[in-house]
């Protein structure tokens, strides 16, 4: 499958309306931002005293967003991991990639730019499964302004390589994902992991405070 040249954005949303706000700012402060098909994915309550902040990040986003996006919003309740997979499933199956930030993210307005270049340019590389936006602050790769290569993954902005979705190996690379989500930048915990690498970019994604 032909990739587009701007991927999809998945953005995932639950009850932080404060930090929906900040994120859809920053998003739509991306360039890029207007040639990207936008989702939103909207889990449910997970208890009933939620329904009121989920009812106001929804009604936010909505706001924010307007026709600009396909909302798409669940009664029931599935849970941040397997919302995401079902979620980006959906959309790598219509367009082959997508982009995923979740709504606790500030983007820096370079980020839909560099994720889509790096689709383009490594979607013919075996090796890669998964491209970040988020630089680990530690360091050993303080300093560094060149894409780099690691055998682990990051939740905090990240787009599916196309070869990973082609191969589907995206569903069992995603359950990794989530069941390494503390795998040391050392690698030592990563024996799962040791063969999946993705390119990292040199510019942060900041977490907003809580």
């Known amino acids: 499958m032909q990739i587009p040249e701007w991927a999809p954005v998945a953005v995932f949303?639950?009850?932080?309306?404060?930090?929906?706000?900040?994120?859809?700012?920053?998003?739509?402060?991306?360039?890029?931002?207007?040639?990207?098909?936008?989702?939103?994915?909207?889990?449910?309550?997970r208890h009933p005293r939620d329904l009121p902040a989920v009812e106001r990040t929804?009604?936010?986003?909505?706001?924010?967003?307007?026709?600009?996006?396909?909302?798409?919003?669940?009664?029931?309740?599935?849970?941040?991991?397997?919302?995401?997979?079902?979620?980006?499933?959906?959309?790598?199956?219509?367009?082959?990639?997508?982009v995923i930030v979740e709504e606790d993210l500030v983007l820096s307005p370079l980020f839909l730019q560099f994720l889509n270049r790096a689709l383009q340019r490594y979607q013919d590389e075996p090796r890669v499964m998964q491209l970040s936006g988020?630089?680990?602050?530690?360091?050993?790769l303080r300093g560094e302004e060149e894409a780099i290569f690691l055998p682990l993954t990051t939740s905090w902005g990240w787009a599916t390589a196309p070869r990973c979705v082609q191969s589907g190996r995206y569903s069992t690379f995603t359950r990794w994902r989530w069941k390494t989500s503390s795998t040391s930048i050392s690698g030592r915990k990563s024996t799962r992991m040791t063969r999946i690498c993705f390119a990292c970019c040199g510019f942060r994604i900041l977490r907003t405070s809580n």
């Open 13 to 45: 949303i639950y009850n932080r309306p404060v930090h929906a706000q900040r994120m859809i700012s920053s998003l739509q402060s991306c360039a890029g931002y207007e040639e990207s098909p936008l989702f939103v994915f909207a889990d449910g309550p």
């Open 58 to 98: 929804r009604a936010l986003a909505r706001r924010l967003l307007g026709e600009r996006a396909v909302f798409l919003e669940r009664e029931a309740n599935l849970g941040i991991d397997i919302s995401v997979i079902a979620g980006v499933t959906q959309l790598c199956e219509r367009f082959g990639t997508a």
């Open 134 to 140: 988020y630089m680990f602050d530690v360091p050993q």
